[in-house]
């Protein structure tokens, strides 16, 4: 509400300036999404996390959508997958919302230190040292990255294809 306030009583201060005196935003930092009357309250109660409103993964740091929580900090927070594809599937996210891998230097270094800690963290919390997990991060449409916040997938507690990337046969290739 105050930021909101604040906004009202701001606009009329930028409107008199000209132009090229209008702040500019800082390259390379995250922007909060513009709060707008149907932005929910959750999504404004940390404005550090650059919640969005549509995102699930947003939903569930806020505790606004239900998951099977199996670690949390104050940067970090790791659940069980809704639709598993191994044993043991957990998925680690920032509580900063970034869209993919690609944005990864929006994060503090804290925060992506964290997010391999707890990769690590809850592998070992599972069991999953001695006989081996894997991390993997989609990123973008072409690598079937589904939910647009930033997420690593941890999974294990059974023997894991060997190709995790398919490799094309030289017939595939179309040259």
Known sequence: MRAALFGLLLVPVLACQSPKAAPQAAPNLPQAPLATAATPAWALAHPEYHAHADCIFCRIVADQSPSRKVYEDERVLAFWDIAPR????????????????????????????????ACVKVAREFGLEEGGFR?????????????????????GGEKLPEDAVRVKDKSDSGS
């Open 86 to 117: 191994a044993k043991y599937h957990l998925l680690v996210i920032p509580k900063q919302h970034v869209r993919s891998l690609k944005e990864l230097e929006e994060l503090p270094a804290e925060t992506r230190a964290a997010l391999l800690t």
């Open 135 to 155: 991390v993997i991060v989609n990123s973008g449409k072409d690598a079937n990255q589904s939910v647009f916040h930033l997420h690593f997938h941890v999974v």
